[in-house]
């Protein structure tokens, strides 16, 4: 499932992104830290290895619920990935780019 994005909503979801990576420097996030989150995915583009989220706190990087998008470091963690699903992620840095590492569907019941 690809996400259409309108320009005004790119430069938006750019500037997140980027003040993410800002912030992934200034708190320190480095090689050795595996982040972990839960959120509800809001799209997913493939060709540019996006995957947007709906996500709670993520422990030690952010404390408050937020709507963005990752990259993810590689495509096959995306596929098969739908709007609406429920996943539990890592964050990693890696090659000094912060991204998703792994995705775990998590069913509706847990």
Do not use: Y
């Not at 938006?12 to 509800?40: K, M």
């Not at 799209?43 to 709670?56: Q, T, Y």
């Not at 993520?58 to 404390?63: A, E, K, L, N, R």
């Amino acid at each position: 499932m690809e996400m259409s994005v309108k320009p005004r909503s790119r430069c938006v979801l750019s500037t997140v992104f980027f003040s993410i990576l800002w912030l992934a420097a200034a708190v320190g996030v480095d090689a050795q830290d595996r982040l972990q989150g839960e959120g509800r995915v809001i799209g997913v583009d493939e060709s540019k290895r996006m995957l947007f989220l709906a996500h709670g706190p993520i422990p030690g990087f952010m404390p408050q619920p937020m709507r963005h998008g990752f990259e993810v470091h590689r495509v096959e963690l995306l596929r098969g990935l739908k709007r609406g699903d429920t996943i539990r992620f890592v964050l990693e840095v890696q090659n000094e780019i912060l991204g998703i590492s792994s995705i775990e569907r998590v069913d509706e019941a847990e």
